[in-house]
């Protein structure tokens, strides 16, 4: 979850003058911004790029870009901090389902009608880019990049175990069949990997399962939590029986889960449920990797899947301040722009307008598997609701799920039954949405 390639560590400069829109910096004041992003690097030139078009358009505003934090991962430390400091900067990344629990701060800025305003692109954003920005129907940030889970698997691993190379609309059958035979085919290879922590992150690949068994994160008036009986049980059986009864699952306990990747661009790994972000990587390694959309329950079942778009959120700065950081953000998030952006960080175009852009087209071209992540977008994706326990709720059904990657003897209907009251006691206790 979360693309890990974003700006850091650049300082740039743009500006308010021609074309501000009456933004900070408008009538000949400088202003300065700062940008916290997360990360350390971006590949290329694309940042310092976009800073210095911005700069020649705005030569008021100064907008300094750093990190903020060692990583994205812990981006939401640094915000929720420099909320209580009193240390915010002007714009900060957020993996978009922290959204929910930062925007409870009076200092972040609402959006919705901002964006509403001419040269916003969100009208133009694919429904799942902006779903995840939109708490109690107010918007609370604008997407900068999206992660959607799809299936890779090593074609070289296939061939060598006579297995077919998955298509659309295969099934989860399918899934585990391929997973079997690669691993009793090929000596040393695992068929798949999970991720086996027991965090919110364990439960991510496990989504498109439940939600295409009927299941959801909640129920209809978000009350309790809709992953019980059926659906659940459906998604920890498969788990199960690939783990513990074909022994076919690499199960990823490390923290963060850094050997699945790895594993799978050495070689050693079939197939497994991954992120736009992680081609890059597997291009760089050599393997022949295939990208193909997630499997269903039925042959041509609709193969809905995970998405969750990050996130800039803007912090209230006064307001010339806050003119200028929405005249940065509105800029910066412009399909040009943000086609732009979405090639260096490796991301499915957030919408229609930025994907038909020339710059993002050669990239389709170049990336194989990436069209993949992007049909599935605009057609079959679902999002995490908007909900600041959202990341809690996730907690007991991942320690759920590596029990039963991880214990032969585990009690599925127990463990998810547990799981559901668990969830459930930690909804009441933070208040249904």
Same mark, same amino acid.
Request: hydrophobic share 40%.
């Given at each position: 979850?979360?693309?890990?390639?974003?700006?850091?560590?650049?300082?740039?400069?743009?500006?308010?003058?021609?074309?501000?829109?009456?933004?900070?910096?408008?009538?000949?004041?400088?202003?300065?911004?700062?940008?916290?992003?997360?990360?350390?690097?971006?590949?290329?030139?694309?940042?310092?790029?976009?800073?210095?078009?911005?700069?020649?358009?705005?030569?008021?505003?100064?907008?300094?870009?750093?990190?903020?934090?060692?990583?994205?991962?812990?981006?939401?430390?640094?915000?929720?901090?420099?909320?209580?400091?009193?240390?915010?900067?002007?714009?900060?990344?957020?993996?978009?389902?922290?959204?929910?629990?930062?925007?409870?701060?009076?200092?972040?800025?609402?959006?919705?009608?901002?964006?509403?305003?001419?040269?916003?692109?969100?009208?133009?954003?694919?429904?799942?880019?902006?779903?995840?920005?939109?708490?109690?129907?107010?918007?609370?940030?604008?997407?900068?990049?999206?992660?959607?889970?799809?299936?890779?698997?090593?074609?070289?691993?296939?061939?060598?175990?006579?297995?077919?190379?998955?298509?659309?609309?295969?099934?989860?059958?399918?899934?585990?069949?391929?997973?079997?035979?690669?691993?009793?085919?090929?000596?040393?290879?695992?068929?798949?990997?999970?991720?086996?922590?027991?965090?919110?992150?364990?439960?991510?690949?496990?989504?498109?399962?439940?939600?295409?068994?009927?299941?959801?994160?909640?129920?209809?008036?978000?009350?309790?939590?809709?992953?019980?009986?059926?659906?659940?049980?459906?998604?920890?059986?498969?788990?199960?029986?690939?783990?513990?009864?074909?022994?076919?699952?690499?199960?990823?306990?490390?923290?963060?889960?850094?050997?699945?990747?790895?594993?799978?661009?050495?070689?050693?790994?079939?197939?497994?449920?991954?992120?736009?972000?992680?081609?890059?990587?597997? +291009?760089?390694?050599?393997?022949?990797?295939?990208?193909?959309?997630?499997?269903?329950?039925?042959?041509?079942?609709?193969?809905?899947?995970?998405?969750?778009?990050?996130?800039?959120?803007?912090?209230?700065?006064?307001?010339?301040?806050?003119?200028?950081?929405?005249?940065?953000?509105?800029?910066?998030?412009?399909?040009?722009?943000?086609?732009?952006?979405?090639?260096?960080?490796?991301?499915?175009?957030?919408?229609?307008?930025?994907?038909?852009?020339?710059?993002?087209?050669?990239?389709?071209?170049?990336?194989?598997?990436?069209?993949?992540?992007?049909?599935?977008?605009?057609?079959?994706?679902?999002?995490?609701?908007?909900?600041?326990?959202?990341?809690?709720?996730?907690?007991?059904?991942?320690?759920? +799920?590596?029990?039963?990657?991880?214990?032969?003897?585990?009690?599925?209907?127990?463990?998810?039954?547990?799981?559901?009251?668990?969830?459930?006691?930690?909804?009441?206790?933070?208040?249904?949405?």
């Amino acid at each position: 979850m979360g693309a890990v390639a974003l700006v850091a560590g650049i300082a740039v400069c743009g500006c308010g003058g021609s074309g501000s829109g009456g933004a900070g910096g408008g009538r000949g004041e400088k202003v300065s911004l700062v940008v916290w992003d997360g990360e350390t690097n971006i590949p290329g030139g694309t940042a310092k790029d976009l800073a210095a078009e911005f700069h020649r358009l705005h030569p008021n505003i100064t907008v300094t870009m750093t990190p903020g934090a060692t990583g994205s991962s812990t981006i939401l430390q640094k915000v929720t901090a420099a909320l209580a400091g009193n240390t915010t900067p002007n714009i900060s990344y957020l993996f978009g389902v922290d959204v929910a629990q930062i925007a409870q701060s009076p200092k972040v800025l609402d959006l919705t009608d901002v964006v509403k305003q001419p040269g916003w692109s969100w009208s133009d954003l694919f429904p799942a880019s902006r779903d995840g920005m939109v708490l109690d129907g107010r918007v609370k940030a604008v997407p900068a990049d999206m992660d959607d889970v799809a299936v890779f698997y090593n074609k070289k691993l296939f061939k060598q175990a006579g297995v077919p190379e998955p298509k659309p609309g295969w099934t989860w059958d399918d899934y585990r069949a391929a997973a079997k035979r690669v691993t009793a085919a090929v000596d040393g290879a695992y068929g798949t990997a999970f991720p086996g922590g027991g965090g919110n992150d364990t439960s991510w690949y496990v989504w498109p399962m439940i939600w295409q068994a009927g299941g959801d994160v909640l129920n209809t008036d978000g009350s309790e939590v809709a992953f019980g009986g059926a659906p659940g049980l459906r998604a920890l059986q498969l788990l199960h029986d690939m783990a513990q009864v074909d022994k076919s699952v690499y199960v990823d306990t490390s923290p963060g889960y850094t050997k699945m990747l790895p594993l799978f661009n050495s070689g050693r790994v079939g197939l497994y449920l991954g992120d736009s972000w992680q081609i890059p990587g597997a +291009q760089q390694s050599g393997v022949d990797y295939g990208v193909v959309p997630v499997p269903s329950w039925e042959p041509g079942g609709k193969p809905v899947t995970m998405a969750s778009p990050d996130a800039w959120v803007m912090f209230d700065h006064g307001d010339a301040e806050n003119a200028a950081a929405q005249e940065f953000l509105k800029w910066l998030t412009a399909p040009e722009q943000e086609a732009r952006w979405d090639v260096a960080v490796a991301s499915p175009a957030l919408g229609p307008a930025a994907q038909s852009k020339p710059v993002y087209q050669r990239f389709l071209k170049r990336t194989p598997g990436m069209d993949v992540f992007n049909e599935q977008l605009a057609h079959n994706t679902k999002t995490p609701p908007v909900i600041t326990s959202y990341s809690a709720l996730m907690e007991p059904l991942g320690k759920a +799920q590596a029990t039963v990657l991880l214990e032969a003897d585990a009690d599925l209907p127990g463990l998810l039954d547990d799981a559901v009251q668990r969830a459930n006691d930690i909804l009441k206790t933070a208040g249904a949405p």
